[in-house]
């Protein structure tokens, strides 16, 4: 089985100190696993959605996330599409096609984010 690992990106809870010291651990516990065979950086996918004129660690939080913590839409879907590239698959995801089921599913969850 071929696993790809999301490593979670910025956001306003970690400056950019302890983001980076998080960043390097968690590379160095992947490069440990003998099983090890792709990962996908969420702080990559943020950066490129935000484009090359927004280049700070706090500005790139502000451009792409809705509350400093939470994905845009156009970010998260980047995002899986980044995931999903890994594994040859290509898909073109717009807000429009987001399954009747799905949003069922997310009427029924509980509100809030499981965030520490």
Known sequence: ??????????N????????QQFE????RQLGADKFHTSNCHTS????????DAITSYDEVIEDV????IHLHVQTGQKLLQTALSHYNITCDLRQSN???A???VQKRLPSGCYTW
Do not use: C, N, R, W
Not at 65 to 68: E, R
């Open 24 to 27: 390097q651990k968690i590379q």
């Open 65 to 68: 996330l809705t509350d400093g």
């Open 1 to 10: 089985m071929e696993t790809v690992y999301i490593i979670p990106g910025y």
């Open 102 to 104: 799905y949003t069922a």
């Open 44 to 51: 990559h996918v943020m950066t490129t959605v935000a484009g």
């Open 12 to 19: 306003k809870k970690l400056t950019q100190t302890d983001f």
């Open 98 to 100: 987001i399954s009747p």
